[in-house]
């Protein structure tokens, strides 16, 4: 982000385009207060699509000279007191590993390789879907924070989920939904904080480096599979999912349409009870 908008200052841009930044990579302080620096134009934090939509229509005001029209004060960053501030603690000092067992039995796969699956019914996950996800984070069903109007669980039970009632007949009717998934076991080792996944004939086939919690235990996502000096191999499992590319033609229709909080349907993710029994991997993609 911070390249582009050094690229729109130089190309002599920032005063004719304002820019609205989010996603979870983000935050406000970064943006309202490192990048506003840094840009010689307008720029915005937005946290979703629906902030983003009232910041247009602040930037739109403000533009045509409408009465009243402003866009909302840049946030300030939370500073702590210096008399509380505490200085970073180097990490503690200890082994490499973690005091993880390394003795329990070595599972034994199913097979090894991959295997597809295809034509996965909506009716066999349509019950896993994070409601909480949907209903707050995309749809923006939230209690008035005076008090006043309908509470959280009226607005779902009269918003929430009849629309999402009808967007699974929808998605059942026209089959939008077209979930596959890509699974399978590979045998692997451990190096440090890298898990190391083996090809058939031991060599590596690629390999994954993990963060090390820097003090307590000094947990490391590797440390749960047998270390290359142990002399065995272990096994990991992957998967990959998809629902398809049919849903993001329908939502890509829907946001072109304007219809934002439906286009949203598209995101539902699992709940946390279900994402819980994955492994390793699991991304969707369309």
């Not at 080792?189 to 480096?209: I, K, N, P, W």
């Not at 072109?256 to 819980?276: E, K, Q, W």
Request: with cysteine; proline share 6%.
């Amino acid at each position: 982000m911070k390249e582009n908008l050094q690229e729109l200052n130089a190309r002599d841009l920032a005063a004719k385009y304002p820019v609205i930044l989010g996603g979870a990579a983000l935050t406000r302080a970064y943006v309202e207060q490192d990048l506003h620096a840094l840009y010689e134009g307008e720029v915005r934090y937005a946290r979703d699509a629906f902030e983003g939509l009232r910041l247009m229509d602040a930037l739109i005001g403000v533009k045509r000279g409408v009465p009243g029209a402003k866009l909302p004060e840049l946030r300030q960053r939370r500073v702590r007191p210096a008399a509380s501030a505490q200085v970073a603690e180097p990490a503690e000092a200890g082994p490499v590993r973690s005091d993880v067992a390394t003795d329990n039995p070595v599972p034994a796969p199913p097979f090894f390789g991959t295997r597809v699956v295809k034509g996965i019914p909506l009716r066999e996950y349509a019950s896993w879907l994070d409601e909480g996800a949907l209903f707050k984070g995309q749809w923006g069903l939230k209690a008035p924070r005076t008090g006043d109007g309908p509470g959280y669980e009226e607005l779902v039970e009269r918003e929430g989920r009849p629309r999402l009632r009808g967007w699974l007949e929808r998605l059942h009717t026209e089959n939008l939904l077209e979930a596959a998934v890509v699974y399978g076991y590979f045998p692997c080792h451990s190096e440090g904080d890298d898990l190391v996944v083996l090809a058939e004939d031991g060599s590596e086939r690629c390999r994954f480096t993990f963060p090390r919690q820097r003090r307590g235990r000094r947990l490391c996502l590797a440390d749960f599979f047998r270390p290359k000096e142990s002399g065995e191999t272990d096994v990991v499992g992957l998967q990959v999912v998809t629902v398809g590319s049919r849903i993001g033609e329908a939502t890509a229709d829907l946001f072109a349409s304007d219809a934002y909080r439906d286009s949203a349907i598209r995101r539902l993710r699992l709940s946390s009870r279900h994402r819980r029994g994955y492994a390793l991997g699991c991304h969707w993609w369309t």
